[in-house]
């Protein structure tokens, strides 16, 4: 079985509560158990890991080793952190870059993914099936 790794960036604890308009209105642990039950239904391992922590989070990439590929939102470090880009290169396993929202369809900062340089695809806009239509994507690649 396939062991993929799901990281949720800055803020995205605060989901169900946070900007609902936009986010919507599903917590985190909502989105947590239909990311399981899809991955059940793919034949995949998922872990899922949420940090508020650049650092956190590039050390939990580090750990890639264990993981054959990885789901990512990485919130608002996606617009500017070079050190998470960094790490993706480092680690060499498929990426797929998620948002909940469509980041093209909004402010001007968020148009820019530094992050999707180093990742397979990006998939931003469908709310939290953004996250299982990722998985979809990481099963056929790993
Ligand atoms: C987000 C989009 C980012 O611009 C924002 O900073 C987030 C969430 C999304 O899932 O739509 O924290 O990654």
């Known amino acids: 079985m396939k062991n993929i790794l799901v990281i949720h960036g800055p803020n995205l604890n605060l989901l169900g509560q946070r900007e609902p308009g936009i986010y919507g209105a599903q917590t985190l642990d ?3 158990q239909a990311i399981m039950e899809k991955a059940k239904a793919l034949g995949l391992a998922v872990e899922c890991f949420q940090s508020n922590h650049e650092g956190e989070i590039i050390d939990k990439i580090h750990d890639m080793k264990a993981y054959d590929g990885c789901v990512i939102n990485a919130g608002a470090y996606t617009h500017y952190s ?15 870059e998620v948002h909940l929202s469509n980041i ?3 402010d001007a900062f968020r ?20 996250y299982l239509l990722a998985l979809d994507a990481i099963a056929k690649i790993v």
């Open 30 to 32: 909502t989105i947590n």
């Open 82 to 96: 070079y050190a998470i880009l960094d790490a993706i290169k480092a680690v060499q396993k498929p990426f797929i």
């Open 104 to 106: 093209h369809a909004r």
């Open 111 to 130: 148009h820019v993914s530094v992050i999707a340089p180093a990742c397979k695809g990006q998939i931003a806009g469908f709310g939290a099936d953004s």
